[in-house]
């Protein structure tokens, strides 16, 4: 069965940078369209980066220029370098199929809390 493993989460003061992985296996990762998404309490969960098969990349405009996403397909990970983090970008990271794309898993993972604060 389909699972992603989020990891990499942590309490960063404001303008510091976390690295976040995506473990997937279950599936032929490499086949996939893939993305970041995120969930700050009390909002939506919301699509922060995509990358696509061949690599092409995308971001929402409020990580572009600070996110950058990142997969190694003969390992089944993806990844999010975040620098020049702000406090609005504290919520639970999850990773999972570009919804636009085919629709996502239906198991999503645990998630990896970030916290962005002095």
């Known amino acids: 069965q389909v699972q992603l493993v989020e990891s990499g989460g942590g309490l960063v003061q404001p303008g510091g940078s976390l690295r976040l992985s995506c473990a997937a296996s279950g599936f032929t990762f490499s086949s996939y369209y893939m993305g970041w998404y995120r969930q700050a309490p009390g909002k939506q969960r919301e699509l922060v980066a995509a990358i696509t098969t061949g690599g092409r990349t995308n971001y929402a405009d409020s990580v572009k220029g600070r996110f950058t996403i990142s997969r190694n397909n003969a390992k089944s990970t993806m990844y999010l370098q975040m620098n020049s983090l702000k406090p609005e970008d504290t919520a639970v990271y999850y990773c999972?199929?570009?919804?636009?794309?085919?629709?996502?898993?239906?198991?999503w993972g645990q998630g990896t809390q970030v916290t962005v604060s002095s």
């Open positions: 999972n199929a570009d919804h636009r794309v085919g629709g996502v898993f239906a198991s």
